[in-house]
């Protein structure tokens, strides 16, 4: 007889099944078999199993259901214990030999660890991990109530009674069935019945599962997120339903505390309180609430069932925690003014906001369409421009104010145009009657939006704002036909597409050399060397905070100085979101240039670029100088990390670099390889190059602002 059967109902997601597979590998579990249900999938996952000797898959043509796949898959299940996982969700590192280890140790009729939501699988092989609310601490409880606590949640989440995560003995499961008319909450009817035929309990501290909330809420919805907002009726049912059922006191109390949860949470996030037919529900069961003295001023009212008096204190507790959090955090009071006052005040016609790279860098095509209106209407129009550095020096005296400051909140609600070169703000609102231009800040290379994959950046509603966002784009530049495609896809937008080429590279064209001595001179660079440009981007995974990447650099720079100083000089350029990468044990051979506003002025003083993925080397390529890609991790950052639009081996107008000693004798053969790519380079400038002419600008201009 086999210890373990571990179930697995599959529809759709192969990459996240991906993940779930390989955290079953990372648990070394032996004596275990796998049983994967594909229902209704159309995604080849022979790839996926192919590796596995223990993996037993049934497939069906038509989708049937979680709860049916899972059935079948109890038929077919030997092990002594059964453990559900869904296909995409994944386990922490030993989150499931823990469980095994108990079940060797106690033979209980249920083990069970923490489960935990998760929108991402940074930090998967580590022992860290985040919950919501305070971890569970096993000593405080009995082994029956730390079990039952696991089973139900700690956290005011939609999940109250789950299968996953959790050892049965497959004999105590018996002839017990998932109900198969039901797609939500399935779990709660088996469960209920199967509660009251365990025998002992044994809930396991640090085993924990993660239950993935897709980051693509369009294409791979989770269960949950396709529930909608009656999901606070559906828990009361099955709360009333699990209480009539079930005779253990202990689960009672427990399950009664995590309505109260319920209640507390619905009716505290905003002033907007939930439907009155969610109060009348909770009013039904308000008997068995308990709270502390505070709370039972409001439990009182909803237990004697005074709506008015409910609701009155409701908003006197909401409006109480938003006062502590102004006090807290004072931008949120600017945030208030923002949609209550400024958002109602008369727009500006005139008046057009330039942000670029979050207002970190006067930069980018904002600025070059500011420059260009500025040249040729003058004071017609009233710029502002948002940076967050006040030293920085920007031509024709606009006004200035820093990113999310009160001025910042009053000018955005009042003026008529936006121009920005990332995702607007997802504070912001953007009024009918103002007009947002979005120029993006490259070609894609590597998967956007909704084309991607995990997203590891550390916010998990990365994806949800996407839609926000496009949806306020009036306009959206796009530099070639190849990138206007991605970008109605990836973006999910369907309004209006400039396809102009991109006004920051104007300049590629139209400087002379006096500039190109401006810059060099402005950057103190020697006269008698060669000027190489290393434009590395960022690694998802390398995220530390919302918005925060550590990125080390792995070309040795020091075997670089020894082998080409006498002749090149570096210029090192991280990408914007890259807070930290230090090159000062390099001075005299390497220039941390990330900080300087405008890389289309790096681009005109250097003679070779080394990139990676960064999308630099669509606009470098404008000026057909060589180019060498080192890809140290091409394979990683191809299958895990992003993926990639073009045929990176086959379309790059350059050698691909594994090492710094390939790139040092790549620099010493630059006319070899010049020779070798030129076909290709070619190629590569009439497919992604052939709008750009120096004259985008002028053709943006003329279409948001027509004279």
Same mark, same amino acid.
């Given at each position: 007889?086999?210890?373990?059967?571990?179930?697995?109902?599959?529809?759709?997601?192969?990459?996240?099944?991906?993940?779930?597979?390989?955290?079953?590998?990372?648990?070394?579990?032996?004596?275990?078999?796998?049983?994967?249900?594909?229902?209704?999938?159309?995604?080849?996952?022979?790839?996926?199993?192919?590796?596995?000797?223990?993996?037993?898959?049934?497939?069906?043509?038509?989708?049937?259901?979680?709860?049916?796949a899972r059935n079948e898959a109890l038929e077919m299940a030997s092990g002594e214990y059964v453990y559900f996982i869904d296909s995409d969700d994944y386990i922490y590192k030993d989150g499931l030999s823990k469980?095994?280890?108990?079940?060797?140790?106690?033979?209980?009729?249920?083990?069970?660890?923490?489960?935990?939501?998760?929108?991402?699988?940074?930090?998967?092989?580590?022992?860290?991990?985040?919950?919501?609310?305070?971890?569970?601490?096993?000593?405080?409880?009995?082994?029956?109530?730390?079990?039952?606590?696991?089973?139900?949640?700690?956290?005011?989440?939609?999940?109250v009674l789950s299968v996953l995560h959790a050892l049965i003995k497959l004999d105590v499961i018996g002839d017990l069935k998932f109900v198969e008319s039901k797609k939500y909450f399935a779990d709660y009817p088996?469960?209920?019945?199967?509660?009251?035929?365990?025998?002992?309990?044994?809930?396991?501290?640090?085993?924990?599962?993660?239950?993935?909330?897709?980051?693509?809420?369009?294409?791979?919805?989770?269960?949950?997120?396709?529930?909608?907002?009656?999901?606070?009726?559906?828990?009361?049912?099955?709360?009333?339903?699990?209480?009539?059922?079930?005779?253990?006191?202990?689960?009672?109390?427990?399950?009664?505390?995590?309505?109260?949860?319920?209640?507390?949470?619905?009716?505290?996030?905003?002033?907007?309180?939930?439907?009155?037919?969610?109060?009348?529900?909770?009013?039904?069961?308000?008997?068995?609430?308990?709270?502390?003295?505070?709370?039972?001023?409001?439990?009182?009212?909803?237990?004697?069932?005074?709506?008015?008096?409910?609701?009155?204190?409701?908003?006197?507790?909401?409006?109480?925690?938003?006062?502590?959090?102004?006090?807290?955090?004072?931008?949120?009071?600017?945030?208030?003014?923002?949609?209550?006052?400024?958002?109602?005040?008369?727009?500006?016609?005139?008046?057009?906001?330039?942000?670029?790279?979050?207002?970190?860098?006067?930069?980018?095509?904002?600025?070059?369409?500011?420059?260009?209106?500025?040249?040729?209407?003058?004071?017609?129009?009233?710029?502002?421009?948002?940076?967050?550095?006040?030293?920085?020096?920007?031509?024709?005296?606009?006004?200035?104010?820093?990113?999310?400051?009160?001025?910042?909140?009053?000018?955005?609600?009042?003026?008529?145009?936006?121009?920005?070169?990332?995702?607007?703000?997802?504070?912001?609102?953007?009024?009918?009657?103002?007009?947002?231009?979005?120029?993006?800040?490259?070609?894609?290379?590597?998967?956007?939006?909704?084309?991607?994959?995990?997203?590891?950046?550390?916010?998990?509603?990365?994806?949800?704002?996407?839609?926000?966002?496009?949806?306020?784009?009036?306009?959206?530049?796009?530099?070639?036909?190849?990138?206007?495609?991605?970008?109605?896809?990836?973006?999910?937008?369907?309004?209006?597409?400039?396809?102009?080429?991109?006004?920051?590279?104007?300049?590629?064209?139209?400087?002379?050399?006096?500039?190109?001595?401006?810059?060099?001179?402005?950057?103190?660079?020697?006269?008698?060397?060669?000027?190489?440009?290393?434009?590395?981007?960022?690694?998802?995974?390398?995220?530390?905070?919302?918005?925060?990447?550590?990125?080390?650099?792995?070309?040795?720079?020091?075997?670089?100085?020894?082998?080409?100083? $006498? /002749?090149? &000089?570096?210029?090192?350029?991280?990408?914007?979101? %890259?807070? #930290?990468?230090?090159?000062?044990? !390099?001075?005299? =051979?390497?220039?941390?240039?990330?900080?300087?506003?405008?890389?289309?002025?790096?681009?005109?003083?250097?003679?070779?670029?080394?990139?990676?993925?960064?999308?630099?080397?669509?606009?470098?390529?404008?000026?057909?100088?060589?180019?060498?890609?080192?890809?140290?991790?091409?394979?990683?950052?191809?299958?895990?990390?992003?993926?990639?639009?073009?045929?990176?081996?086959?379309?790059?107008?350059?050698?691909?670099?594994?090492?710094? $000693? /390939?790139? &040092?004798?790549?620099?010493?053969?630059?006319?070899? %390889?010049? #020779?070798?790519?030129?076909?290709? !380079?070619?190629? =590569?400038?009439?497919?992604?190059?052939?709008?750009?002419?120096?004259?985008?600008?002028?053709?943006?201009?003329?279409?948001?602002?027509?004279?």
């Open positions: 007889m086999t210890f373990l059967s571990i179930i697995i109902p599959f529809k759709k997601g192969k990459r996240y099944l991906k993940d779930c597979l390989e955290s079953i590998r990372e648990q070394n579990l032996s004596d275990f078999e796998i049983i994967l249900v594909v229902n209704g999938a159309v995604e080849n996952i022979d790839d996926l199993i192919s590796d596995f000797d223990n993996i037993i898959v049934k497939t069906y043509a038509d989708e049937m259901g979680v709860s049916k469980l095994v280890g108990c079940a060797k140790k106690t033979g209980a009729d249920f083990i069970n660890g923490q489960r935990i939501e998760t929108y991402y699988i940074k930090n998967r092989f580590s022992e860290e991990f985040s919950v919501n609310n305070a971890k569970i601490v096993k000593n405080k409880y009995s082994d029956e109530e730390f079990s039952m606590r696991l089973v139900i949640g700690e956290n005011d989440n939609l999940e088996f469960m209920v019945e199967l509660l009251d035929r365990i025998n002992s309990f044994k809930g396991v501290e640090n085993a924990v599962y993660a239950k993935r909330i897709s980051d693509d809420f369009i294409n791979l919805p989770s269960l949950n997120q396709e529930i909608g907002d009656d999901y606070i009726f559906k828990s009361i049912e099955e709360y009333k339903a699990a209480k009539t059922a079930i005779k253990s006191d202990l689960f009672k109390e427990l399950m009664a505390q995590k309505m109260f949860g319920y209640y507390y949470y619905t009716f505290s996030k905003t002033n907007h309180l939930q439907p009155i037919e969610a109060l009348d529900a909770f009013m039904g069961i308000a008997d068995d609430f308990k709270g502390n003295l505070i709370q039972n001023f409001e439990l009182n009212a909803l237990k004697s069932k005074n709506k008015q008096k409910t609701i009155k204190l409701s908003k006197i507790r909401v409006t109480c925690n938003r006062l502590l959090n102004f006090i807290k955090h004072p931008q949120n009071i600017y945030h208030t003014l923002y949609h209550n006052i400024y958002n109602k005040r008369p727009i500006n016609n005139k008046r057009i906001m330039f942000e670029s790279f979050s207002g970190d860098f006067y930069s980018d095509s904002p600025k070059y369409i500011y420059e260009y209106l500025h040249n040729h209407y003058g004071d017609e129009f009233e710029y502002v421009w948002v940076i967050n550095d006040n030293k920085t020096k920007i031509p024709g005296n606009p006004i200035t104010t820093k990113r999310f400051s009160l001025k910042y909140h009053k000018l955005m609600a009042t003026s008529k145009y936006w121009v920005v070169n990332t995702r607007q703000a997802g504070r912001l609102v953007k009024r009918p009657q103002q007009v947002l231009l979005s120029t993006w800040h490259g070609t894609p290379l590597k998967k956007l939006g909704f084309d991607m994959g995990n997203i590891y950046i550390q916010n998990p509603r990365t994806k949800d704002s996407y839609i926000h966002d496009s949806s306020a784009w009036d306009y959206f530049i796009s530099p070639n036909r190849f990138s206007t495609e991605i970008f109605r896809r990836a973006f999910a937008y369907d309004g209006e597409i400039l396809e102009t080429g991109y006004p920051r590279n104007d300049i590629l064209f139209n400087a002379d050399e006096s500039k190109i001595s401006q810059i060099k001179e402005k950057l103190n660079l020697p006269d008698d060397k060669k000027v190489i440009l290393y434009a590395p981007t960022w690694r998802d995974d390398d995220s530390y905070d919302v918005g925060k990447v550590k990125f080390k650099l792995k070309l040795d720079l020091e075997k670089l100085e020894k082998a080409i100083s $006498d /002749e090149y &000089i570096v210029l090192v350029r991280n990408h914007y979101l %890259i807070t #930290d990468s230090d090159v000062d044990d !390099y001075k005299h =051979f390497a220039v941390d240039v990330s900080r300087y506003d405008d890389i289309a002025e790096l681009y005109l003083i250097t003679d070779v670029l080394i990139t990676d993925y960064s999308s630099v080397f669509f606009d470098f390529a404008n000026l057909r100088r060589p180019m060498l890609f080192y890809m140290y991790d091409l394979e990683r950052y191809e299958e895990e990390l992003r993926g990639f639009y073009i045929d990176i081996y086959n379309e790059v107008p350059g050698p691909i670099l594994r090492t710094t $000693d /390939e790139v &040092i004798e790549a620099l010493g053969d630059l006319d070899n %390889i010049n #020779d070798q790519y030129k076909k290709r !380079y070619e190629e =590569f400038c009439e497919k992604y190059c052939s709008l750009e002419d120096g004259d985008a600008t002028k053709r943006v201009v003329d279409k948001v602002w027509p004279h």
